[in-house]
Nanobody, 114 residues
């Protein structure tokens, strides 16, 4: 059974940084790419970033390019999202997802506010 547990969210001021983690279990993590998505208040869930199985290929939404970095540690079955230069519009619940699996974790809340 696929299990994804996101953590690391919180309240941060504009311009600040956060590092999100997603611990995966129940599948062969190293064989699958991973995505980060987010759902802003009152809006649809949207793509943020993806990383392939080896970690050698990453893709970002235009809105976060140059500010966010996705990475993975296959020894820990964990994917990360380093978020820098945060803006109010980054406020959302952040979720991770494994390619090929229709499972979501509980998400982690990120609030960017002064």
């Amino acid at each position: 059974q696929v299990r994804l547990v996101e953590s690391g969210g919180g309240l941060v001021q504009p311009g600040g940084s956060l590092r999100l983690s997603c611990a995966a279990s129940g599948f062969a993590f190293s064989n699958w790419g991973m995505d980060w998505y987010r759902q802003p208040p009152g809006k649809e869930r949207e793509f943020v970033a993806s990383i392939n199985q080896s970690g050698g290929v990453t893709t970002y939404a235009d809105s976060v390019k140059g500010r966010f970095t996705i990475s993975r540690d296959s020894a820990k079955d964990t994917v990360y999202l380093q978020m820098n230069s945060l803006k109010a519009e980054d406020t959302a619940v952040y979720y991770c997802r494994a390619w090929g699996f229709n499972s979501w974790g509980q998400g982690t809340q990120v609030t960017v506010s002064s």
